[in-house]
Nanobody
Framework: QVQLTDAGGGLVQPGGSLRLSCTVS????????VAWFRQVPGEEREFVAA????????YYADSVKGRFSVSKDKAVSAVYLQMNSLKPEETAVYYC??????????????????WGQGTQVTVSS
């Protein structure tokens, strides 16, 4: 059974940093993409970043380029989202997800079929 476990959220001041982790178990994902999305209650899930497990480019939402970065540790089946210079409007529940979207659909949450439980990120002074 495929399972994704998100962790690393918390309360951080504006301008601060957090690193989220997503541990994947229960399958092999060499041909899959791993993505991060975020969601505020009452709003649609928003794309943050995505990368292919086997390598290649990483894609970022324009709003996070230059501040967020994705890394992988295949030895422990984990993907990380390093978030720097966080802003209050980035307060949300952050989710990792696994799927097999084509490149043009990497930002479409409907293309992902396995999801973590989400981790709350609050940016506030």
């Amino acid at each position: 059974q495929v399972q994704l476990t998100d962790a690393g959220g918390g309360l951080v001041q504006p301008g601060g940093s957090l690193r989220l982790s997503c541990t994947v178990s229960g399958g092999t994902f060499n041909s899959y993409a791993v993505a991060w999305f975020r969601q505020v209650p009452g709003e649609e899930r928003e794309f943050v970043a995505a990368t292919r497990w086997s390598g290649g480019n990483t894609y970022y939402a324009d709003s996070v380029k230059g501040r967020f970065s994705v890394s992988k540790d295949k030895a422990v089946s984990a993907v990380y989202l390093q978030m720097n210079s966080l802003k209050p409007e980035e307060t949300a529940v952050y989710y990792c997800a696994v799927g097999r979207p084509i490149i043009s659909a990497m930002a479409d949450w409907k293309m992902y079929y396995y999801w973590g439980q989400g981790t709350q990120v609050t940016v506030s002074s």
